[in-house]
């Protein structure tokens, strides 16, 4: 199974996820406890062997600085986590992953607009989804046939191998499953997580 690990903001993360075959590695430029500025940003991206992609995440950011993080910390991938509409994820040099919150009466009809190269599905509750939404989550995922989708929030060591038997995603995504704090991981929990999944 591919897996995006999220959030990091610590080198020896960075090492880590790498060491344990990340799939992506995801550097978060909006706002939020796990930004990082882009000196450092740059510093972390350093650490990413070949083969791992750097996934820069925004919302909230202008295209114009997406544009100058992208050059900057040559990343390899966008993803976009705002309101952005299908026109607004399009024309970016590299490959885009579009962030959806699965709730109650979403239709994949809805996403069909978007073309971009990963969809990345996650409840509405986000990381600290109660478990009914959480599975909604995967059964959604499980009918979007037609998009590769990267499955994402409240996933855990403990649930990771659920998730994905349930929703047999194109990758999964972990954050704080395999955290100490935002931002600063949990070897054991993520070495945890690579096995499960």
């Not at 990091?8 to 075959?21: I, M």
């Not at 939020?32 to 000196?39: A, C, D, I, K, N």
């Not at 050059?71 to 986590?81: F, I, N, P, S, T």
Request: net charge positive; proline share 7%; with cysteine.
């Amino acid at each position: 199974m591919r897996i995006k690990v999220c959030g990091l903001t610590h080198v020896q993360d960075v090492r880590l996820a790498c060491d344990l075959g990340a799939w992506a590695v995801g550097f978060v430029f909006g706002p939020g406890p796990r930004h990082v500025q882009l000196r450092h940003a740059r510093r972390l991206c350093a650490q990413v062997v070949p083969g791992v992609l750097k996934v820069g995440v925004f919302r909230g950011c202008s295209r114009k600085d997406i544009a100058l993080t992208l050059r900057d910390c040559g990343l390899d991938a966008v993803e976009l986590r705002g309101g952005e509409t299908p026109e607004e994820c399009a024309g970016y040099p590299v490959p885009v992953f579009k962030a959806v919150r699965h709730s109650r009466g979403m239709e994949l009809a809805d996403l069909k607009s978007y073309a971009v190269e990963h969809l990345r599905v996650s409840p509405a509750g986000g990381e600290s989804a109660a478990p009914e939404p959480l599975r909604n989550c995967w059964q959604f995922a499980a009918r979007a046939r037609g998009f590769s989708v990267i499955l994402a929030g409240g996933l855990t060591p403990g649930n990771v191998a659920e998730a994905v038997a349930a929703a047999k995603p194109y990758a999964v995504e972990v954050c704080s499953g395999a955290e100490r704090e935002p931002g600063v991981k949990d070897p054991r929990l993520l070495r945890a997580f690579f096995a499960a999944a």
